[in-house]
């Protein structure tokens, strides 16, 4: 299995509110993220199974715009287990109940994302987890072999994006002037 963990794009400001947070949608900037990074997964042949949202609006965003461009037709399955209240045990279960997939794309919050990313990288029985930085819009990439181990393979974090993109989208033809 190819396992891929997405934080939500920039979503602005935090409400106090949870319900109100809940319903806070990307921003301008988030956006554009979710544009940047589904060209690059494109341009190294990234398809996905099943992709699976916090219920959470910025997160079912994040979802639909990078799922849509790199051409996840199917419907995106919400999944409370990825809530911002989730715990690690409820995301290893989601893991379990999503086994079948040969590409699976999970989007949700910090900080369980980060501690999820940190006990799959750990050996089972391992007190200390791995710690590791996930910034609004990275992307990490691993790949579960048959026996359960995983591997992270990459970790793409926002501006690595900005960078890929801005690259990879200059012409390739020499500008030249007409006077």
């Known amino acids: 299995m190819n396992l891929f963990i997405l934080r939500h794009a920039s979503a602005g400001v935090r409400r106090a509110n949870p319900l109100l947070d809940m319903r806070r949608s990307l921003d301008k900037d988030g956006k554009r993220h979710c544009l940047q990074l589904a060209h690059i997964l494109n341009a190294m042949r990234t398809q996905f199974d099943l992709v699976v949202s916090s219920p959470a609006k910025r997160c079912l965003q994040t979802a639909a715009l990078v799922g849509t461009e790199v051409g996840y037709e199917a419907a995106i399955l919400q999944s409370n287990l990825l809530s911002p209240s989730a715990t690690v045990k409820d995301m ?85 002037s007409r006077k």
């Open 92 to 176: 290893h279960k989601l893991l379990r109940d999503c086994a079948a997939a040969e590409n699976l794309l999970l989007v949700g919050h910090n900080p369980n994302l980060t501690q999820f990313l940190g006990s799959l990288l750990v050996p089972p029985g391992s007190a200390a987890g791995a710690s590791v930085r996930l910034r609004k819009g990275t992307l990490a990439r691993l790949s579960i072999n048959e026996t359960g181990v995983p591997v992270l393979q990459g970790l793409i974090d926002p501006r690595t994006v900005r960078v890929l993109y801005a690259t990879s989208t200059k012409s390739s033809r020499r500008k030249t």
